[in-house]
């Protein structure tokens, strides 16, 4: 945040800008409960959400970007809760017909969630955009928020471990996260690009804030960071930039983010999570039950504004009480 | 059929060669039911079916190549008979699914059959020929039978109808074979070639019989016939070739052989179905519901040999009886 828009007569400007635009930056699920939240918190149409492509792979044939389709399916009441990933109801008929034709099949995907990745890959294949066909995706789902995939073009992440290099699902899925993680490389983000519509979506005046969801910092946030211009964009937005932790009580709530932590040799704690991607920050939302963690905050940078709040997210109510904090802690720093 | 094979020194030769090798040429349904019978009345690794790929296409970005399919799911007792396509207890998930997308289904695929086109286009994708593709299946579902696509290289049957023309399934599934077919062209067929396997099948000296299952004479044996040098091999093969009728009683037991009869102005007829390929039969099976017309057949080059069978094929036993019929026709025709 750098305050109030510079005119083109390099001043400030104190121009009269109804904020009602919200821009989260997500991966998949902790990130999408989070997005759906703010998405019944305001009005949905108001809300972007930039998603992380950097887990987006090839698995017989399909193009696979789990973190966009855990957004479309939890936007749009199709999410798998239980499950945490995949859409209720699924079926694995596919699955087995291919293990029956002798495949090993370590990732898998739903008889229903193969035709979003049918039809994806066709429409790629034909030059279609990932943009455009996430946009479709929304829209035939019903669902009012935008989702934004963070780059058309490949990111891939990468994790340098002991025992050597692997792709994020080879190490995430197959591996089950056990190997220890040493460095987290993104390839090919030095060729990727800010779609226009991300780039027009971070640069609108209308907004409000954009909240950078409680995903894992390294696998989720770190590839969207990745993409050039975009983490500049974040620090000279006028827009406050908030984060929610991925850490409470010392633990990840889902996922191998404080597996990470730990290998990196940090302390597993939200203002480890928060230093982090420190630069970015103007607020962070910690949750309640590390109250006694709020002065840790005041090393980060001059000092990095904290507010609490039940980060935990176990239902609907929830999930709306922690948008209403985060828009509301927003408006504080603006 | 010309007879003993011709030696080194230009004589026609006496060995004693064991002949018990039959090779089936065949579309989807009613193909597969004969060799289906073929397969259980001999030892059905001598048996190798030769499959029409005409019908292959795209869809939703699948490579689908139906009569294999067929044969692959007939031969393992994995075909719903009922239906006349695809697996049996098969779902459709995934066509419900991309429905609810936007698309526009028309091609149905189920989630089981899902399976074998993902992982038959992964590896067409990664440069496997069909013809290896296909055997692993097979061997995945036990089959003994050898299935020998008829080309490992593209061969489309594209139909010239009155209002346009139509790929295959275009003009069967979509337009449900209603625009009367002027012309049959089988695009891409001068640059396809036979493969080894098949030319090696149809060379081989232990063969007793070639049999020419009753499927559609223009749609699926058309198809086969045109890779280059097949019908020729054919009609050099010492081995006699012995057609089954796709007419009985005036009708196609199953699809629109009748249909396209009448519309080429031909009389729907065994004798006008066996006359489309007369240059190929050594002889031809005809229904004994049609025994009346046994004298047509005198008319078909010097007088084409014919023998009459219950060619309905309505349960296992009437197809191996039809698959006896056949083999005992083409032993005294050797």
Redesign the interface.
Known sequence: MTGRPVGPDGKRQDVSVTKNKVIAISGGVGGAKLSMGLASEMDARNLTVIVNTGDDSWH???FVTPDIDTQLYTLSGRADLDRGWG?SG??W??????R????DVWFNI???????N??R??RL?RGDRLTEITA??AR??GIETRLLPMSDMPVSTQLKCADGDYDFHDWFVAARAEPTVQEVVFRGAERASMTAEVETALADPELAAIVVCPSNPFLSIGPVLSVPGLRQMLKDSPAPVIGVTPVVSGQAIKGPTAAMMKGFGLPVSASAAARFHADIFDGYILDERDAGQVGEFAYIGSGLPVALADTMMVDLDAKRRLARAVLEFAETLR
Request: hydrophobic share 45%; no cysteine; glycine share 10%.
């Open positions: 017989f044939g399909l859409r699924e079926t008929h596919a699955m087995d017909a291919l029956e034709l002798g495949e739903g008889d229903k969630d193969i035709a979003t049918l039809l890959t066709m294949s479709d995706f035939a789902f």
